[in-house]
């Protein structure tokens, strides 16, 4: 039996872990194939690949964009995609811009809370990748804010949090054609945290492929509405654990890991589609 994990992240976005630090955690849990799916970002994929051939393990090429509908964020997981392709480069090159305007707006309203945190501390804290809410939720946890960065989330910076500020300039229908214009599936990623499910017969017309049916937050009963859904949709089912290294408070590469099986279908989609 073949085993693939189809949501990690990279220090090139907001994971704590290089793409080689990924891959020995990967074969530590003989893991067969991975994506390499950062934020708004595909800097890590090229040494990735490079090193996986060494290791034995496939490599799927993703990335993992923001979009927002009526103040509601969505993420949208694009698989296969041309990731050396010019015309998306330049498109993450501006969200890279809008994430860094987006830091300096939440420290600001952090300020006003009564948590002075220097935007150019959290900044800097991103090394080489695309800055975002968890490196300023980790900044808030060195500081003494907070104990966790979970805490940081749903008290001050999640969607809902009084120092929450949208940065997508993306609609969903945007976002699922940016993947298709470099010849990917796009797929909506962790649906439970979107809350609604009524978005995706929209997402559908727009060239949704695929849903994330297998995720470490999903319930038993979740993650069968989520298949139902696939079934009526004709949507592909992927999963994966959504690993950020040690930048969460749990390490979760593996935690949720998939059969080849269904590597194999997103393949078939891709072939026809595509060519």
């Known amino acids: 039996m073949l085993w693939a994990d189809l949501h990690l992240h990279s220090n090139y976005s907001d994971g704590s872990w290089s793409p080689e630090q990924l891959l020995k955690r990967a074969k530590e849990k003989k893991l067969d194939c991975i994506s390499l799916v950062d934020h708004d970002c595909v800097d890590g994929i090229s040494s990735l690949i490079d090193l996986a051939k060494l290791n034995e393990i496939e490599i799927i090429p993703g990335v993992e964009l923001t979009a927002e509908i009526n103040g509601i964020e969505m993420?949208?997981?694009?698989?296969?995609?041309?990731?050396?392709?010019?015309?998306?480069?330049?498109?993450?090159?501006?969200?890279?811009?809008?994430?860094?305007?987006?830091?300096?707006?939440?420290?600001?309203?952090?300020?006003?809370?009564?948590?002075?945190?220097?935007?150019?501390?959290?900044?800097?804290?991103?090394?080489?990748?695309?800055?975002?809410?968890?490196?300023?939720?980790?900044?808030?946890?060195?500081?003494?804010?907070?104990?966790?960065?979970?805490?940081?989330?749903?008290?001050?910076?999640?969607?809902?949090?009084?120092?929450?500020v949208g940065k997508s300039r993306l609609s969903p229908e945007e976002a699922v054609k940016l993947v298709l214009d470099v010849k990917g599936l796009p797929v909506l990623a962790h649906p439970y945290s979107l809350r609604k499910d009524e978005l995706i017969p929209d997402l559908v017309k727009f060239g949704l492929k695929g849903i994330e049916v297998y995720y470490p937050e999903h319930t038993p009963s979740l993650t069968k509405k989520y298949e139902n859904i696939c079934q009526d949709y004709s949507l592909l089912m992927t999963g994966g654990s959504d690993c950020h290294g040690n930048s969460k408070d749990e390490v979760l590469i593996g935690k949720i890991k998939i059969p080849y099986k269904l590597v194999e279908k997103l393949k078939e989609a891709k072939s026809k589609m595509f060519g």
């Not at 939440?106 to 220097?118: P, V």
């Not at 804290?125 to 490196?135: F, I």
């Open 75 to 164: 993420h949208i997981l694009g698989y296969f995609i041309d990731w050396q392709d010019t015309y998306l480069k330049n498109h993450l090159e501006k969200f890279k811009k809008i994430r860094l305007e987006r830091i300096y707006q939440m420290c600001e309203k952090l300020k006003t809370l009564g948590i002075n945190i220097n935007p150019e501390e959290v900044i800097s804290s991103s090394g080489h990748g695309t800055v975002g809410r968890l490196h300023l939720a980790k900044m808030m946890q060195e500081k003494g804010y907070v104990s966790t960065t979970n805490e940081a989330f749903y008290k001050y910076i999640s969607d809902q949090g009084p120092a929450y």
